[in-house]
């Protein structure tokens, strides 16, 4: 068993052993869980693992490849800078509509 550092500075607990990836065949000697022994034939190295999980972690800038995004239309103002909105990705709840920003203003408040 190791420590690791992730992004908080926390330490993380990771995990030493002789496993192999049940996909492409790599050794994996580091994970970041304890395996249970009647998983043992599931594990993924991370490359494999990357691969297949959905693209929809936010952390990644990434979304799922289930196709083109559903865009809501409407009227609505930019809460910041006054601009028209006329296309949302979301439906906006009629109670929080005040609070809407354009896309320019999302990306500076970031």
Same mark, same amino acid.
Request: proline residues 7%; aromatic residues 10%; hydrophobic residues 25%.
């Given at each position: 068993?190791?420590? &690791?550092?992730?992004?908080?500075?926390?330490? @993380?607990?990771?995990?030493?052993?002789?496993?192999?990836? #049940?996909?492409?065949?790599?050794?994996?000697?580091? *994970?970041?869980?304890?395996? @249970?022994? &009647?998983?043992?034939?599931? *594990?993924?190295?991370? &490359?494999?693992?990357?691969?297949?999980?959905?693209?929809?972690?936010?952390?990644?800038?990434? @979304?799922?490849? #289930?196709?083109?995004?559903?865009?809501?239309?409407?009227?609505?103002?930019?809460? &910041?800078?006054?601009?028209?909105?006329?296309?949302?990705?979301?439906?906006?709840?009629?109670?929080?509509?005040?609070? *809407?920003?354009? *896309?320019?203003?999302?990306?500076? #408040?970031?």
């Amino acid at each position: 068993m190791a420590f &690791d550092n992730n992004r908080n500075n926390s330490p @993380r607990q990771t995990f030493s052993g002789n496993w192999t990836c #049940s996909k492409c065949g790599a050794a994996i000697t580091e *994970l970041p869980f304890e395996p @249970r022994e &009647d998983r043992l034939g599931e *594990l993924a190295c991370f &490359d494999c693992f990357k691969k297949d999980r959905p693209r929809n972690d936010f952390r990644s800038g990434g @979304r799922n490849n #289930s196709g083109p995004r559903e865009m809501f239309e409407g009227n609505w103002t930019c809460s &910041d800078c006054g601009k028209e909105i006329t296309k949302l990705p979301f439906q906006p709840d009629p109670a929080r509509v005040g609070g *809407l920003k354009c *896309l320019d203003c999302h990306k500076n #408040s970031r």
